[in-house]
């Protein structure tokens, strides 16, 4: 897989640091909590583990937690059901979209670290059932906030949906219908257009359940990529690179299906993040525009 440059590291920890002092200033004690939001194969994971290991580190001795959406997913069980309810939908037939994530484990999980309560973080395989992947038993769980540790300051809640909101029903039939007559004149990349309505609304509708998890966000960084089509050459060295590590995966006609079920949010989601997931709240986010190579093109602090 391709070396991730480090060009945005530079820019986030001030904006964290920045976040945290007002926290603290509000007498808010609790870890801060933010999100980063990118694209698979963006280069958010390596993102996230550069900035818990520089804020842990001297000078600023920041004691980081980073936590993954991914390792939220249902158990594969438990998302076979999900997809055998709904026979039709392609959209979840595999783990992905909203309504494939374990809400009441996330937000116990949120509450626990707030708390700074001793805490299990669930992990997932994405390598099991052939890329289909499993949640990890979870006497294998790593453990957060023992007693002789120290507590996170600082938790990174990273994922491709993180800090996404819902539509109303009118705004996502509206850009449902402009897909559709995209797709019509055959002059069109996108995904949303070939999926019916009914099937991009259960996945708006249960996004409203991921509310009460944005809002414990304290902070925003989004990744956002100039154009989402470079989502696909990513995952494909993404998947590559799993494979190679772990010797299973999915193949790369597995990766594009793959990719194919998430492309309709971000077609849906992606501008309401960028306008800001805080609405008329400024400040609490930072959107670093990059381009194919995953390199920094545009800062932009909501």
């Not at 009118?170 to 019509?184: I, Y």
């Not at 259960?202 to 989402?228: F, G, K, R």
């Not at 470079?230 to 193949?251: F, I, P």
Request: aromatic letters at 6%; proline letters at 6%; hydrophobic letters at 35%.
């Amino acid at each position: 897989m391709p070396e991730v440059l480090d060009d945005k590291s530079e820019h986030c920890i001030p904006f964290i640091l920045d976040r945290l002092k007002a926290k603290h200033s509000a007498g808010q004690l609790s870890p801060l909590l933010v999100g980063v939001n990118g694209a698979q194969g963006s280069g958010k994971s390596t993102l996230v583990s550069i900035l818990a290991e520089k804020l842990s580190q001297p000078p600023h001795s920041l004691p980081t937690k980073v936590l993954s959406i991914d390792d939220l997913y249902l158990t594969h069980d438990a998302q076979v059901e999900l997809a055998a309810a709904h026979p039709a939908n392609p959209l979840i037939q595999h783990r992905g979209q909203p309504s494939t994530h374990d809400l009441p484990l996330a937000l116990a999980l949120f509450s626990d670290l707030r708390e700074g309560k001793k805490t299990s973080i669930p992990s997932y395989d994405k390598s099991a059932h052939s890329g289909r992947g499993d949640r990890v038993p979870e006497e294998e769980w790593a453990v957060v906030n023992q007693e002789g540790s120290l507590k996170p300051r600082i938790v990174i809640f990273e994922g491709w949906c993180v800090g996404f909101r819902p539509l109303s029903k009118r705004e996502l039939r509206r850009k449902w219908q402009d897909a559709v007559k995209q797709q019509e004149t055959g002059d069109y990349q996108g995904r949303l257009g070939l999926n019916r309505f009914e099937d991009v609304e259960l996945i708006n509708e249960a996004l409203s359940e991921y509310n009460p998890l944005t809002d414990q966000l304290d902070a925003v960084i989004h990744l956002d990529a100039q154009n989402p089509q470079y989502v696909y050459d990513w995952r494909l060295q993404q998947e590559a690179h799993l494979r190679e590590m772990k010797g299973s995966g999915m193949t790369e006609e597995q990766v594009i299906n793959f990719v194919n079920g998430y492309y309709p949010a971000y077609e849906l989601f992606t501008n309401t993040l960028r306008a800001g997931t805080f609405g008329e709240e400024k400040g609490r986010q930072l959107r670093l525009v990059i381009g194919k190579d995953r390199r920094v093109s545009e800062v932009v602090r909501l």
